[in-house]
Structure formats: structure tokens, C-alpha cells
């Protein structure tokens, strides 16, 4: 993944074949589709374990929790995964997506994913419909505007923290549209 | 794109080529892809009228509407589009997009764009953020949870109607969460 962002950095995505992204890696074209069903999934392969996170987190809060901390407890566990160290390598990959319609797609597609996985863990939690859908919504959205701040190389924040704001912002702009 | 579904329904849209396509449709691969920028699209493509739709709508609303009239004008606007002669082709394309994930990550992607096309058409009414990207998230949600009742073959209420219960249930949903 680090091999594969790195090219598509420098020569750019559509200019990068597997056969590069693998040789780069130190392995083959047969072993890269092995792991990935395609080119663009090897930026984003990681987004299943990301989607686990959230779900576990919410299964695994207490009795007590309503909906939104439930989506917040669920955020603080997948923002964890995003150490300084990622950084760097995340406001690579902000640029890298935003220039391709193929990596915006795919990207959309995973957000939906993650937005699946917090309505479903949810509904496991007895929150009733559209309240578990529009919750996980917001979850998604606070993660996406936190991620976006956090990517930024100017920024110094943790990513829990700015996704935490993120979602006070959303809930003091939901009472307000309501 | 009537024959493009028909095709899709009765064989399966992995085993339908574009030839087949153009062919159906009286028209020829290259004129195809004159239109299309590839097979998916065919099934999406009316989706930069509906981004249209919803951005004008925003822009031409009064003065004194607050963010989510502005998006129920949009809906408005945007779901009369889909007629009772539109029914039948509804619950063909939920079927056809829900059983192939290429269809449903081009799904996402397409319900992304009518999301930021009323994101910054409410920009440009001088709603803030995060308040214009919530009542856009808020209005694409009302609008995919009611096209799903709509296109049922059961159902007999209009669109329109359908998206603003949605719309309102949501509106509800969001002053319990925050």
C-alpha cells in the first residue's frame, strides 16, 4: 500500500501498473491480486478493518449509551488506528484520491461501507429506524471532515480529538436544522 | 438505458456486453460510448440532470427558507421526476444495482454527487457549515429511503409524497439524537 501510494504520488494512478506497485513491494502481479480484487482497492483494503472497528465498538459499549455515543465510542476506536506516524501518508493519499474519479468512487463506495457497518451494529443495539441510519450518517460525516482537518500537514491535532469536535459540531447543527 | 435494464434483468449485467446493448437499442458500440463513459453509466447517467435538478431548486427557492425547506423544495423538484410510468423501471433497477457490487459503487458515487450538488447550492444561499453539508446528508438520506418504498411494487403513493415523510422522520430522528 505504502509501495503502491508512493508511485501513484510520483507518476501519478492511471500511470502505474500492477506489475510497478508489485515490484515495488518485492512481489508479484499474482500475489498483488490475490490480496486486492483490483489496482484501486490497494489504497483502500484497509477500510474492512476499519468498518470491524466500528461495529465492535458499538456491540461492545454499555447498556446505558444513547445512539450518538454509541456512534461516538464507535469513532474513537477506528480514529485510534490513525496514529501520528499515518500522517504523512494520509495527506498523500487526500491528494491521490482527490485527483481520480476511479479513487473517488471507490472511496465513496467504502464510506458507504463504514455507514453500513454503524447502522447494522445499531440495529443490533435495538436503535430503531431512521434514528440508527441517520445516526451512523453523522458518524460518517464527523469522521470525514475530521479526516480531512487531520490530513492536512498544518494540522496537530489527534485525529479522536478532531473527529470528537466534529461530531459536537454536527449535533449542535442537527438541533438547529430540526 | 431501458434496454440496457431489460437485458440486465433478464440475463445478468456481467454477462450483457455493450454490443448487445447497442444493438437492442437500435445504435452502435461506438455512438455507446459516445454517451457513456462505460457500461455502469448507462444506468446513471440521469443522475447530472438530477444534481441539476436539486441545485436549481435551492437556488430559485425564497429568501426567508430555512436550509431543510430549501432541500424539501429540492426533493420536491427532483421526485417529480419519477412518475407512476416510472415505477416499473425503478423496481427493475433497485433489483439489478442491489445484486452487482460495480453497480452499487457507481450507485454511491452517483448518490455522493447529488449530495455535494445540494452541499453547494446551500453554500450559495450562505447556508454555513457544517449545517449545509448535514441538511444535503439529511435530504439524500430522506430521498434513497423513499425511492426504496417507492420503487416496491406494492406501493402506491407518489415519490414526492413518500420523500417528505421521509424527510420529516428524519427532521424528528435528528431533534431526538442531538
Known amino acids: 500500500m505504502r509501495a503502491a501510494l508512493d508511485l501513484f504520488t510520483s507518476q501519478g494512478y492511471d500511470a502505474t501498473s500492477v506489475n510497478e506497485i508489485a515490484d515495488r513491494a518485492g512481489t508479484t502481479k499474482t500475489t498483488f491480486f490475490r490480496h486486492f480484487a483490483d489496482k484501486r482497492e490497494v489504497l483502500f483494503a484497509g477500510q474492512d478493518t476499519h468498518a470491524r472497528l466500528l461495529a465492535e465498538a458499538i456491540a461492545a459499549a454499555p447498556d446505558s449509551a444513547t445512539p450518538l455515543e454509541l456512534v461516538g465510542l464507535a469513532l474513537d476506536a477506528l480514529t485510534a488506528v490513525f496514529t501520528p506516524e499515518r500522517h504523512e501518508f494520509a495527506g498523500q493519499l487526500r491528494v491521490v484520491v482527490a485527483d481520480n474519479s476511479e479513487l473517488r468512487e471507490r ?53 479522536t480529538s478532531l473527529t470528537r469536535q466534529a461530531l459536537d459540531e454536527l449535533r449542535t447543527a442537527a438541533a438547529t436544522l430540526a
Do not use: I
Open 107 to 159: 472511496s465513496t463506495y467504502k464510506r458507504a461501507g463504514l455507514a453500513a457497518a454503524m447502522t447494522d451494529a445499531l440495529h443490533a443495539r435495538d436503535v430503531p429506524e431512521p434514528n440508527a441510519s441517520l445516526a451512523a450518517e453523522l458518524g460518517v460525516l464527523a469522521f470525514y471532515r475530521a479526516f480531512d482537518r487531520w490530513s492536512d500537514p498544518a494540522n496537530e491535532q489527534s485525529c
